[in-house]
């Protein structure tokens, strides 16, 4: 059964700072892996997703890659904003158009 | 930017009631999903829907949850008889077919008395 797993719970970092949020899965035989954002009480915005033959993706400010082997994930946000806190929520798919499996987050927060 | 669509933001019911939530998926898209997520624990998968029938769904899916696609552009997920630990917000959200990727809707919080 995959498990998914973001650790630390919750970060705090001031403006400017570049930051990795990580996140590692069991089951490595995954189809691809997503990364979300979820502002409170709000919905899920999909910010990256990664195919199981792909490495990294990039969108901006953001960089996600992916190891497979190794079962791990990790989001890289350059120059943090306040705008930017939030939960990042990471999600594995383990067969095509199969269910996502999440993990618990990782709260951010960007002090000014 | 098309975006999936659910209605309504917020129920609140009794115990034993029926409850159906609604969701418009994005409109050229083919696979829609139910999630769920209790205060405070991770997003869970409930259901996913493809061609007008459940494709697969999770051990939390019994039969007291069932999924229906009315007409061309609504996607619902009724709760028959609710409980106390039905209580979460409900998420829809549908696959983009060329890249796999899955659009979420804003929620629908339940709240069961």
């Known amino acids: 059964k995959q498990e998914v797993t973001q650790i630390p719970a919750a970060l705090s970092v001031p403006e400017g700072e570049n930051l990795v949020l990580n996140c590692s899965f069991t089951d490595s035989a995954i189809y691809n892996l997503q990364w979300f954002r979820q502002d409170p009480g709000k919905g899920l915005t999909s910010l990256l997703l990664?195919?199981?033959?792909?490495r990294e993706q990039t969108s901006g400010r953001l960089n996600a890659s992916l190891d497979k082997s190794s079962g791990r994930s990790t989001l890289y946000i350059a120059a943090s904003q306040p705008g930017d806190s939030a939960t990042y929520l990471c999600a594995v798919e383990t067969g095509a158009n199969s269910k996502l499996t999440f993990g618990k987050g990782i709260t951010l927060s960007v002090r000014p | 930017e098309p975006e999936v669509t659910q209605t309504p933001s917020h129920q609140v019911t009794q115990m034993g009631q029926e409850v159906i939530l609604r969701c418009v998926p994005i409109?050229?898209?083919?696979?829609f999903y139910w999630y769920r997520q209790i205060l405070g624990q991770k997003v869970e998968f409930l259901v996913s829907?493809?061609?007008?029938?459940?494709?697969?769904k999770s051990e939390i899916f019994d039969d007291q949850f069932s999924v229906e696609r009315p007409d061309g552009s609504n996607f619902t997920l009724k709760i028959r008889s609710t409980k106390l630990e039905d209580s979460a917000m409900y998420f829809c959200?549908?696959?983009?077919?060329?890249?796999?990727?899955?659009?979420f809707g804003e929620g629908s919080r339940l709240t069961v008395l």
């Open positions: 959200a549908s696959r983009r077919e060329t890249t796999g990727e899955l659009f």
């Open positions: 990664i195919q199981s033959s792909q």
């Open positions: 409109s050229n898209h083919l696979y």
């Open positions: 829907f493809y061609n007008n029938e459940i494709s697969e």
